[in-house]
């Protein structure tokens, strides 16, 4: 028998645990996983003046994300596009703080913008 608060071990003869006082239970439910955390896309963009600015206000606010492809594309300036991936319980205050930027990234999709280089 198995305590669910503290996960101590009894003998079969216990009902409750002495340390919790909570009844014990014949399996423990499965350990959660603290570490296990998701990242989702939130948007794309191939700007790096987007990316500074997008870093500076995630940081700022003390969201949890990376951006996935973002060492690839320097060698390929422009080619591929950087995708913000933010960790899933932070997506929708990420993307509430995004979303009023005028920015030249969209959501998952195509450009709407598009720099031009000046020769
Ligand atoms: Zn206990």
Do not use: W
Request: proline share 6%; glycine share 4%; hydrophobic share 35%.
């Amino acid at each position: 028998m198995f305590c669910p608060k503290c996960r101590s071990e009894y003998r079969e003869d216990f009902t409750s645990c002495t340390d919790c006082n909570v009844p014990l239970v014949s399996e423990l439910p499965p350990e959660s996983k603290p570490g296990f955390v998701d990242y989702k896309e939130v948007l794309s963009t191939n700007s790096p003046s987007d990316r500074a600015l997008i870093k500076s206000i995630l940081d700022a606010e003390g969201i949890t994300y990376f951006f996935q492809g973002e060492y690839v594309s320097a060698y390929v300036y422009n080619a591929i596009p950087v995708r913000l991936m933010v960790r899933e319980d932070h997506v929708q205050k990420a993307m509430d703080i995004l979303k009023d930027l005028d920015l030249s990234f969209t959501f998952g999709g195509l450009s709407s913008e598009n720099e031009k280089d000046e020769d």
